[in-house]
Protein backbone atom coordinates (compact mmCIF):
# COMPACT_ATOMS: atom_id res chain seq x y z
CA UNK A 1 0.00 0.00 0.00
CA UNK A 2 1.46 3.92 -1.22
CA UNK A 3 2.42 5.70 1.84
CA UNK A 4 -0.11 8.86 1.73
CA UNK A 5 1.70 11.98 3.21
CA UNK A 6 -0.08 15.46 4.07
CA UNK A 7 2.28 18.60 4.47
CA UNK A 8 0.18 21.18 6.08
CA UNK A 9 1.28 25.37 6.08
CA UNK A 10 -0.72 28.75 7.05
CA UNK A 11 -0.81 30.05 3.23
CA UNK A 12 1.24 29.15 0.00
CA UNK A 13 2.00 32.51 -0.68
CA UNK A 14 5.58 33.22 -2.45
CA UNK A 15 7.96 33.09 0.25
CA UNK A 16 10.71 30.59 1.98
CA UNK A 17 8.60 28.69 3.88
CA UNK A 18 6.09 27.88 1.22
CA UNK A 19 9.00 27.18 -1.09
CA UNK A 20 10.43 24.45 0.94
CA UNK A 21 7.12 22.88 0.77
CA UNK A 22 6.88 22.88 -2.68
CA UNK A 23 10.48 21.48 -3.44
CA UNK A 24 9.58 18.78 -1.13
CA UNK A 25 6.58 17.73 -2.17
CA UNK A 26 7.93 17.30 -5.52
CA UNK A 27 11.01 15.47 -4.44
CA UNK A 28 8.97 13.34 -1.99
CA UNK A 29 6.26 11.83 -4.45
CA UNK A 30 6.88 8.58 -6.04
CA UNK A 31 5.21 5.80 -7.86
CA UNK A 32 4.35 4.23 -4.00
CA UNK A 33 4.59 7.63 -1.91
CA UNK A 34 1.56 10.08 -2.24
CA UNK A 35 2.02 13.58 -1.41
CA UNK A 36 -0.25 16.18 -0.86
CA UNK A 37 -0.40 19.75 0.43
CA UNK A 38 -3.10 21.68 2.51
CA UNK A 39 -3.06 25.45 3.80
CA UNK A 40 -4.94 27.28 6.14
CA UNK A 41 -5.35 30.60 4.17
CA UNK A 42 -6.51 31.07 0.74
CA UNK A 43 -5.43 29.99 -2.46
CA UNK A 44 -1.63 31.06 -3.06
CA UNK A 45 0.79 31.23 -6.30
CA UNK A 46 2.99 28.56 -4.96
CA UNK A 47 -0.55 26.53 -4.62
CA UNK A 48 -0.72 27.44 -8.62
CA UNK A 49 2.90 26.34 -8.80
CA UNK A 50 2.08 22.85 -7.32
CA UNK A 51 -1.51 22.48 -8.68
CA UNK A 52 0.68 23.06 -12.21
CA UNK A 53 2.97 20.06 -11.46
CA UNK A 54 -0.42 17.75 -10.55
CA UNK A 55 -0.46 17.97 -6.96
CA UNK A 56 -3.22 17.92 -4.61
CA UNK A 57 -3.89 21.14 -2.96
CA UNK A 58 -6.51 22.15 -0.12
CA UNK A 59 -6.99 25.44 0.97
CA UNK A 60 -8.72 25.73 3.78
CA UNK A 61 -9.65 29.57 3.63
CA UNK A 62 -9.17 30.82 7.01
CA UNK A 63 -8.95 34.48 7.47
CA UNK A 64 -8.73 34.76 11.37
CA UNK A 65 -7.75 32.79 14.39
CA UNK A 66 -11.22 32.68 15.69
CA UNK A 67 -11.70 29.68 12.59
CA UNK A 68 -8.84 27.50 13.04
CA UNK A 69 -11.16 24.89 14.74
CA UNK A 70 -13.35 24.94 12.15
CA UNK A 71 -10.25 24.03 9.95
CA UNK A 72 -8.63 21.20 12.32
CA UNK A 73 -12.47 20.14 11.98
CA UNK A 74 -11.94 20.51 8.00
CA UNK A 75 -8.36 18.89 8.50
CA UNK A 76 -9.37 15.69 10.15
CA UNK A 77 -12.09 15.04 7.78
CA UNK A 78 -9.32 15.02 4.64
CA UNK A 79 -6.78 12.99 6.36
CA UNK A 80 -9.64 10.32 6.95
CA UNK A 81 -11.02 10.87 3.66
CA UNK A 82 -7.53 10.85 2.21
CA UNK A 83 -6.53 7.85 4.52
CA UNK A 84 -2.95 9.76 5.28
CA UNK A 85 -0.83 8.19 7.52
CA UNK A 86 1.52 11.42 7.90
CA UNK A 87 0.66 14.74 8.70
CA UNK A 88 3.68 17.28 8.42
CA UNK A 89 2.64 20.76 9.81
CA UNK A 90 4.94 23.73 9.31
CA UNK A 91 4.73 26.89 11.19
CA UNK A 92 3.01 27.58 14.18
CA UNK A 93 -0.44 28.14 13.18
CA UNK A 94 -0.47 24.87 11.32
CA UNK A 95 1.24 23.29 14.02
CA UNK A 96 -1.16 23.90 16.25
CA UNK A 97 -4.31 23.80 13.72
CA UNK A 98 -2.53 19.69 13.51
CA UNK A 99 -1.98 19.45 16.67
CA UNK A 100 -6.40 20.14 17.28
CA UNK A 101 -6.56 17.40 14.47
CA UNK A 102 -4.62 14.85 15.95
CA UNK A 103 -6.57 14.27 19.50
CA UNK A 104 -9.44 12.16 17.09
CA UNK A 105 -6.87 10.33 14.74
CA UNK A 106 -5.24 7.46 16.35
CA UNK A 107 -2.33 5.66 14.69
CA UNK A 108 -1.81 8.81 12.12
CA UNK A 109 1.85 10.07 12.75
CA UNK A 110 2.22 14.00 13.92
CA UNK A 111 5.13 15.82 12.52
CA UNK A 112 5.74 19.42 13.11
CA UNK A 113 8.27 22.30 11.31
CA UNK A 114 9.59 25.67 13.87
CA UNK A 115 11.06 27.76 10.87
CA UNK A 116 11.98 31.04 12.97
CA UNK A 117 13.06 32.32 16.26
CA UNK A 118 11.61 35.75 15.84
CA UNK A 119 10.58 36.64 19.23
CA UNK A 120 6.95 38.65 18.49
CA UNK A 121 4.18 38.02 18.92
CA UNK A 122 4.71 36.03 22.23
CA UNK A 123 1.45 34.12 22.07
CA UNK A 124 3.05 31.96 19.21
CA UNK A 125 5.52 30.53 21.29
CA UNK A 126 3.41 29.63 24.22
CA UNK A 127 0.99 28.12 21.21
CA UNK A 128 4.02 26.26 19.70
CA UNK A 129 4.39 24.54 23.42
CA UNK A 130 1.33 23.42 23.52
CA UNK A 131 0.59 22.22 20.14
CA UNK A 132 4.85 20.45 20.41
CA UNK A 133 3.27 17.63 22.82
CA UNK A 134 1.38 15.92 20.02
CA UNK A 135 4.11 16.11 17.19
CA UNK A 136 6.53 12.68 17.42
CA UNK A 137 9.44 14.95 16.44
CA UNK A 138 10.04 18.83 15.38
CA UNK A 139 12.06 19.31 12.18
CA UNK A 140 13.88 22.73 11.97
CA UNK A 141 16.34 24.00 9.37
CA UNK A 142 19.12 25.63 12.13
CA UNK A 143 20.18 24.75 15.54
CA UNK A 144 19.56 28.11 15.94
CA UNK A 145 15.91 27.48 16.66
CA UNK A 146 16.81 24.42 18.81
CA UNK A 147 17.88 26.48 21.26
CA UNK A 148 15.74 29.07 20.92
CA UNK A 149 12.38 26.89 21.03
CA UNK A 150 14.20 25.02 23.78
CA UNK A 151 14.34 27.95 25.90
CA UNK A 152 11.06 29.97 25.01
CA UNK A 153 8.58 26.54 25.24
CA UNK A 154 10.44 24.21 27.07
CA UNK A 155 10.49 21.39 24.70
CA UNK A 156 14.01 19.11 25.09
CA UNK A 157 16.30 19.42 22.40
CA UNK A 158 16.12 15.73 22.40
CA UNK A 159 12.45 15.83 20.25
CA UNK A 160 14.52 18.32 17.61
CA UNK A 161 15.70 17.05 14.49
CA UNK A 162 18.06 19.50 12.17
CA UNK A 163 17.56 19.30 8.53
CA UNK A 164 19.06 22.26 6.74
CA UNK A 165 16.68 24.29 4.06
CA UNK A 166 18.21 23.26 0.44
CA UNK A 167 18.02 24.27 -2.95
CA UNK A 168 19.02 22.83 -6.55
CA UNK A 169 22.32 24.33 -6.82
CA UNK A 170 21.77 23.57 -11.26
CA UNK A 171 18.73 25.85 -11.70
CA UNK A 172 20.84 28.80 -10.51
CA UNK A 173 23.06 30.65 -13.19
CA UNK A 174 25.74 32.20 -12.69
CA UNK A 175 25.54 35.83 -11.99
CA UNK A 176 27.91 38.36 -13.50
CA UNK A 177 28.45 40.69 -10.76
CA UNK A 178 30.26 44.06 -10.34
CA UNK A 179 30.52 44.44 -14.01
CA UNK A 180 28.96 47.92 -14.32
CA UNK A 181 29.57 51.27 -12.74
CA UNK A 182 26.77 51.40 -10.26
CA UNK A 183 27.21 48.80 -7.45
CA UNK A 184 23.39 47.16 -6.84
CA UNK A 185 22.91 46.47 -3.30
CA UNK A 186 19.67 43.80 -2.98
CA UNK A 187 17.00 42.45 -0.25
CA UNK A 188 14.99 39.73 -0.80
CA UNK A 189 12.66 38.74 1.32
CA UNK A 190 9.01 39.68 2.64
CA UNK A 191 9.27 43.78 3.75
CA UNK A 192 8.40 42.79 7.03
CA UNK A 193 9.30 45.01 10.82
CA UNK A 194 10.82 41.42 12.26
CA UNK A 195 13.21 41.49 9.13
CA UNK A 196 14.55 44.86 9.93
CA UNK A 197 14.57 45.80 5.70
CA UNK A 198 14.53 49.68 6.79
CA UNK A 199 18.03 49.07 8.55
CA UNK A 200 19.31 49.39 4.64
CA UNK A 201 17.92 52.87 4.10
CA UNK A 202 20.82 54.20 6.78
CA UNK A 203 23.31 51.47 4.91
CA UNK A 204 22.89 53.27 1.77
CA UNK A 205 22.60 56.72 2.64
CA UNK A 206 26.35 56.04 4.62
CA UNK A 207 27.38 54.08 1.48
CA UNK A 208 26.38 57.45 -0.83
CA UNK A 209 28.33 59.59 2.04
CA UNK A 210 31.34 57.93 1.53
CA UNK A 211 30.90 58.56 -2.13
CA UNK A 212 29.54 55.40 -3.66
CA UNK A 213 27.89 54.84 -6.42
CA UNK A 214 25.32 52.02 -5.11
CA UNK A 215 21.65 51.23 -5.79
CA UNK A 216 19.70 49.78 -3.27
CA UNK A 217 16.88 46.89 -4.66
CA UNK A 218 13.88 45.96 -2.54
CA UNK A 219 12.54 42.49 -3.96
CA UNK A 220 9.50 41.67 -1.82
CA UNK A 221 6.29 43.38 -0.55
CA UNK A 222 4.79 43.61 2.89
CA UNK A 223 2.96 45.69 5.56
CA UNK A 224 6.69 47.67 5.68
CA UNK A 225 6.73 48.81 1.65
CA UNK A 226 4.74 51.91 2.29
CA UNK A 227 6.65 53.55 5.06
CA UNK A 228 10.11 52.33 3.56
CA UNK A 229 9.43 54.32 0.42
CA UNK A 230 8.20 57.51 2.04
CA UNK A 231 11.34 57.09 4.03
CA UNK A 232 13.57 57.10 0.90
CA UNK A 233 11.93 60.03 -0.44
CA UNK A 234 12.22 62.04 3.14
CA UNK A 235 15.64 61.14 2.94
CA UNK A 236 16.66 62.41 -0.81
CA UNK A 237 17.11 58.74 -1.89
CA UNK A 238 14.71 58.48 -4.59
CA UNK A 239 17.09 57.66 -7.05
CA UNK A 240 19.18 55.16 -5.36
CA UNK A 241 16.02 53.08 -4.31
CA UNK A 242 13.74 50.79 -6.18
CA UNK A 243 10.99 49.13 -5.02
CA UNK A 244 10.34 45.82 -7.41
CA UNK A 245 7.60 43.60 -5.40
CA UNK A 246 7.63 39.85 -5.32
CA UNK A 247 9.36 37.70 -7.56
CA UNK A 248 8.09 34.68 -8.40
CA UNK A 249 11.77 33.24 -9.07
CA UNK A 250 14.19 34.40 -6.81
CA UNK A 251 16.86 33.76 -9.69
CA UNK A 252 15.24 36.65 -12.00
CA UNK A 253 15.63 39.18 -8.77
CA UNK A 254 19.34 37.77 -8.03
CA UNK A 255 20.44 38.47 -12.06
CA UNK A 256 19.50 42.17 -11.31
CA UNK A 257 21.99 42.75 -7.83
CA UNK A 258 25.45 42.91 -7.19
CA UNK A 259 25.37 41.38 -3.40
CA UNK A 260 22.65 40.55 -1.32
CA UNK A 261 22.03 42.23 2.19
CA UNK A 262 20.76 40.41 4.68
CA UNK A 263 19.52 42.24 7.71
CA UNK A 264 17.62 39.99 9.58
CA UNK A 265 18.42 38.73 12.52
CA UNK A 266 15.39 36.40 13.23
CA UNK A 267 15.98 34.36 9.99
CA UNK A 268 15.82 30.35 11.48
CA UNK A 269 17.74 29.66 8.24
CA UNK A 270 17.79 32.02 5.61
CA UNK A 271 16.86 30.24 2.42
CA UNK A 272 17.84 33.35 0.32
CA UNK A 273 21.30 33.18 1.18
CA UNK A 274 22.20 30.09 0.24
CA UNK A 275 20.11 30.91 -3.10
CA UNK A 276 22.33 33.99 -3.78
CA UNK A 277 25.65 31.73 -2.89
CA UNK A 278 24.28 29.18 -6.18
CA UNK A 279 24.42 32.55 -8.20
CA UNK A 280 27.64 33.52 -7.51
CA UNK A 281 26.23 36.63 -5.31
CA UNK A 282 28.21 38.01 -2.31
CA UNK A 283 26.55 38.03 0.78
CA UNK A 284 27.05 40.82 3.90
CA UNK A 285 24.45 39.71 6.69
CA UNK A 286 23.67 40.03 10.02
CA UNK A 287 25.83 37.43 12.21
CA UNK A 288 22.97 36.36 13.88
CA UNK A 289 20.23 33.50 14.04
CA UNK A 290 20.02 30.55 11.46
CA UNK A 291 22.23 32.50 9.37
CA UNK A 292 25.50 31.43 11.53
CA UNK A 293 24.80 27.71 10.54
CA UNK A 294 25.45 29.13 6.87
CA UNK A 295 27.91 31.80 6.66
CA UNK A 296 31.28 31.47 8.00
CA UNK A 297 32.52 35.33 8.12
CA UNK A 298 35.60 36.22 4.91
CA UNK A 299 35.27 32.71 3.75
CA UNK A 300 31.93 32.64 2.26
CA UNK A 301 30.45 35.31 3.17
CA UNK A 302 30.64 38.66 4.92
CA UNK A 303 29.07 39.00 8.43
CA UNK A 304 28.14 42.27 10.48
CA UNK A 305 27.42 42.90 13.90
CA UNK A 306 24.42 44.51 15.36
CA UNK A 307 25.72 47.58 16.68
CA UNK A 308 27.56 48.80 13.81
CA UNK A 309 25.56 46.64 11.03
CA UNK A 310 24.09 49.76 9.01
CA UNK A 311 27.78 51.40 8.69
CA UNK A 312 29.60 47.72 8.08
CA UNK A 313 27.12 46.78 5.35
CA UNK A 314 27.79 50.51 3.44
CA UNK A 315 31.62 49.74 3.83
CA UNK A 316 31.66 45.95 3.17
CA UNK A 317 30.01 47.56 -0.48
CA UNK A 318 33.27 49.10 -1.32
CA UNK A 319 35.39 46.75 0.20
CA UNK A 320 33.56 43.85 -2.43
CA UNK A 321 34.09 46.16 -5.40
CA UNK A 322 38.19 47.21 -4.65
CA UNK A 323 38.63 43.94 -3.45
CA UNK A 324 38.43 41.15 -6.45
CA UNK A 325 40.47 38.95 -4.61
CA UNK A 326 38.33 38.62 -1.53
CA UNK A 327 34.97 38.70 -4.04
CA UNK A 328 36.41 35.64 -6.23
CA UNK A 329 37.34 34.03 -2.42
CA UNK A 330 33.78 34.70 -0.95
CA UNK A 331 32.28 33.55 -4.37
CA UNK A 332 34.01 30.44 -4.86
CA UNK A 333 33.31 29.64 -1.11
CA UNK A 334 29.90 30.08 -1.55
CA UNK A 335 29.10 28.01 -3.99
CA UNK A 336 31.00 25.14 -2.53
CA UNK A 337 29.34 25.73 0.57
CA UNK A 338 26.07 24.92 -1.31
CA UNK A 339 27.23 22.39 -3.15
CA UNK A 340 28.49 20.39 -0.05
CA UNK A 341 26.29 21.37 2.21
CA UNK A 342 22.49 22.51 1.16
CA UNK A 343 21.56 20.63 -2.35
CA UNK A 344 18.48 18.81 -2.33
CA UNK A 345 20.29 15.26 -2.57
CA UNK A 346 21.99 15.33 0.56
CA UNK A 347 18.64 17.01 2.91
CA UNK A 348 16.31 14.61 0.95
CA UNK A 349 17.86 11.30 2.38
CA UNK A 350 17.35 13.16 6.02
CA UNK A 351 14.17 14.19 5.35
CA UNK A 352 13.58 10.33 4.88
CA UNK A 353 14.83 9.13 7.63
CA UNK A 354 12.43 11.47 9.23
CA UNK A 355 9.12 9.94 7.77
CA UNK A 356 10.38 6.53 7.27
CA UNK A 357 11.33 5.43 4.28
Same mark, same amino acid.
Given at each position: ? !? ?11 ? &? ?14 ? #? #? ?23 ? %? ?26 ? #??VFSFLVHANVVAAMAAKRLPGVRFLQSIQT %? ?22 ? /????? *? ?8 ? /????? =? *????? =? ?33 ? !? ?10 ? =????? $?? #? ?6 ? !? ?10 ? =? ?20 ? /????? &? $??? %? ?9 ? *? ?30 ? &? ?7 ? /? ?31 ? $?
Open positions: M !ARRILLVITDLEI &GGTPTVVRELVLRLRS #D #DIVVEVACLKGWGPVADQLRGARVE %VTAFGARRARELLGVAKRLRSLVRKRRI #DT %VQPRPRWHWWAQRWAARWAERIVV /PSTAI *VRYASRKCGI /PESKF =V *VIPNA =VDADAFPRVEVFAGPKVRAGYLGRLDPAKDPGLLL !ASIEWAIAENAD =VELHY $FG #DGPERPRL !AAAAERMGLGGH =VYFHGTYARPQDALSQIDVLWH /PSGVE &G $FGL %VVIEAMASGVP *VIALGAAGVLDIVENQRNGLLMDLMTCYRDMA &GCLKWLRDD /PGLRAKLIENGLKTVRERFTWERVLREYRGVLG $F
